[in-house]
């Protein structure tokens, strides 16, 4: 049997808003397994919400890059905020973001590219940077859009400067369209990704495991029901669900009165030309990344050797 700590029932507390009490009793039921706790509280009705996000604990910068129809967005993390204000990391966070617009867009191809105008590779520049400032740093994620028609729109929340910040979004419209027009529209669904944090496009983007952990919930708390019964409040469970996580079927944040979808198709007729959103990207600083909570008085008092 796991221990199951203070520490534990309030990291499944934060995630599910659920009573200290059921938490714990979660933890318990679950051998301190904290996904299945969330699961066992959802079937019980106990849980408020599972936030998946958790709490942000990585700090650093997001990048997006963008050329039009190609664009990039990559994350690195340093240990403190500090950093992120830091004028040799912003720039050097924007030139990684550029470089890796020619890359195939993977971490390992974008560290292994060259620095602008040298023959250092970005990993041993990042290296540098460590030795220079003297806090670690890593470079955690990338992604890369292409459409051949139409364009990728970028929008940044949190901006420290252009282009970099804490939220980094990137959306791919495929459209022989009005250019112009359609980066409007796409800044607007960027701006929508930025605060209703889809899953994906749409319900075919969705992991399938999922999908069949939200079917299991379902009908968990529905047992003893006939299987015709069943059937239907898991479709109709899902079609809720899609809404809220699906670009597609949520409603749009710049007009509540229509979905993403709607709005989409009504701009179809001042852009010129049917529309596609082939893709998104969202990357949010430090989500799910944990750090070790500190106790910054004693760091201090440590670093002063008086203790």
Known sequence: MAEITAALVKELREKTGAGMMDCKAALQETNGDIEAAVDWLRKKGLAKAAKKAGRVAAEGLVAVESSGKTATAIEINSETDFVS???DFQAFV?????????TDGTVAAIEAAHFPGGTVALKDKLNELIATIGENMTFRRAAKLTVNDGVIASYVHGAVTEGLGRIGVLVALESKGDVEKLSALGRGIAMHVAAMNPLAVDAS?????TVEREKAILLEKHQGKPANVQEKIVESGLKSYYKE????DQAYVHDGSKTVAQAVKEAEGGIGAPIKIAAIVRYALGE????EE??????VAAAAGTR
């Open 288 to 291: 799910g990344v944990e750090k």
């Open 94 to 102: 924007r030139e990684v973001a550029k470089v890796a617009l020619n």
């Open 205 to 209: 983007g969705i992991d399938p495991a």
């Open 85 to 87: 204000r830091n004028p």
């Open 245 to 248: 996580v699906t670009l597609l």
């Open 294 to 299: 500190s106790d910054f008085a004693a760091e």
